[in-house]
């Protein structure tokens, strides 16, 4: 298992007080079968007071030590920082962003107070410069706990959702858990480990709850799959349990061909907020009839009782796109295909007519790309008799449209950094990125619930 937020670092926040807790805490995770670690001391909050180049300094000479051979073999440097208004406020004065060492991932934390509204506008702030957020612990704040369905928002906004192993031992948490699961809003567990008596680092306890009572692919997704994307930088891709109920048996609904349709339909609504940009339904792509009879979905949703797991419940997973890359965040030099520098002493339409074609021709380029995957797609349902090689080509065009897509997402909010940025320059209102951001989701969700119910 990759424990991928932990305080183990010695000495430098309310974590483990000095080196020989820090070994204690090291070994005892060693033997609960850890064997990866996100070594993350908090970050602008008030128990650490120390910069993101004094922590690194601290972990790369610890590292060397406690690492096997090599630190970044088992050792990986991050931080969890508190975003809090001043954060936020002074992010485009930052030279270098407190991401995890070799990507663009940032763990994060907000005030317990905060509203799920004052989370999203913090993460819009963080996405625009590249960032792709991971929300720590989201049991802890109110205004999620009480509303699941806040969590799923934060996920649909492009965030990665952690939870603490703890909480799956914990029968107060289990009903928001399991509506986290039910809603597909949760995607790593890790120890957030501060000692070994009260907030001890291990994960092998919540592993065998999470499979006794969902399934042991759940398990593997939440503490070793998705943990390890972050541990190695790369992208991750949400997969998505889709089944349906009838009577006391439970279905597989779909096939990996509406997975990959699922996905790049998802893709088509992402440009579709563009103000003169063409119609998520332009390119006119009939919905793929599925090969398997689909039988009528209830409002059941989920069944993930023991029973239903009993009884056979199947899963078969499609893929929710979730925006990373293992570039450097935006503000450092993303390299963009579609971009000009904005010249000085611009009008406002000026402005707005720059960056309004700048995200036309992404669009332009993204939507050639889908019509060409789906296409491909197409013909291999058609060309391909032998059922593996189909599913194995079908994989790698389903890999290509989430990789397309990662892709077209960062391009899109790093043109929408600019734009904001160009409109504060000369002290013009900025309403139109927020009301792009927003249409820009909204049409999002609802171009894939289209095609999910026409499947």
């Known amino acids: ?49 120390h ?24 050792l990986l440097f ?44 913090a993460i819009h702030e963080l996405k625009i410069r590249g960032v792709h957020p991971v929300i720590a612990h989201v049991e802890v704040y109110p205004d999620l706990l009480e509303k699941p ?8 906004e492009g965030c990665m959702i952690q939870v603490s192993a703890s909480s799956f031992l914990d029968r107060h948490y289990y009903k928001f858990l399991r509506a986290l699961i039910q809603l597909n809003a949760v995607d790593i567990v890790a120890s957030d480990g ?22 042991k692919n759940w398990a593997n997704r939440l503490f070793v799959d998705a943990p390890r994307k972050l541990f190695y930088g790369e992208v991750y891709v949400r997969p998505h349990m889709v089944v349906t109920v009838t009577k006391r048996q439970i279905y597989t609904m779909g096939s990996s061909v509406i997975a990959g349709l699922a996905l790049l339909f998802i893709g088509l609504g992402q440009l579709g907020f563009l103000p003169g940009g063409s119609n998520p339904d332009a390119l006119n792509i009939a919905v793929l009839e599925s090969t398997e009879a689909i039988s009528d979905a209830t409002d059941g949703g989920f069944d993930l009782t023991d029973e239903s797991i009993a009884a056979g419940a199947k899963e078969e997973e499609t893929t929710e796109q979730v925006t990373v890359s293992t570039q ?44 060409r995957i789906y296409e491909d797609i197409q013909n291999a349902r058609t060309f391909i008799s032998d059922e593996a090689k189909r599913k194995a080509a079908i994989d790698g065009y389903i890999e290509e449209a989430g990789a397309l897509e990662a892709q077209c997402d960062i391009e899109v909010y790093d043109v929408l950094y600019k734009f904001q940025n160009a409109l504060e320059e000369f002290d013009y209102p900025v309403d139109v990125i927020e009301e792009s951001r927003a249409e820009y989701h909204s049409i999002k969700e609802a171009t894939k619930q289209k095609y999910l119910n026409e499947f």
């Open 1 to 49: 298992m990759i424990d991928s937020h932990v305080h183990i670092l010695p000495g430098v926040d309310d974590g483990a007080r000095d080196e020989e807790q820090s070994v204690y805490m090291l070994e005892k995770a060693k033997a609960d079968g850890i064997t990866h670690w996100i070594v993350t001391p908090h970050y602008n909050h008030a128990c650490s007071p």
């Open 328 to 371: 450097a965040p935006a503000s450092t030099g993303l390299p963009i295909s579609a971009t000009t520098s904005v010249p000085s002493k611009l009008t406002y339409d000026e402005i707005v007519t720059i960056h309004i074609t700048m995200l036309e021709l992404l669009q332009s380029d993204y939507e050639a790309n889908v019509a």
């Open 78 to 121: 991050g931080v969890e920082v508190y975003v809090d208004e001043p954060f936020i406020k002074f992010l485009k004065h930052m030279d270098k962003l407190p991401t995890f060492e070799n990507s663009n991932y940032m763990l994060i934390e907000f005030s317990r107070a905060w509203k799920v509204e004052q989370m999203l506008e």
């Open 194 to 215: 501060h000692d070994v008596k009260n907030r001890p680092p291990i994960l092998s306890d919540s592993y065998r709850a999470v499979t006794k009572h969902f399934s």
């Open 149 to 156: 369905e806040n969590v799923k928002q934060l996920a649909d």
């Open 51 to 74: 910069t993101y180049d004094e922590l690194k300094s601290r972990f790369i000479k610890w590292a060397a030590i406690y690492g096997n051979s090599h630190a970044k073999d088992n």
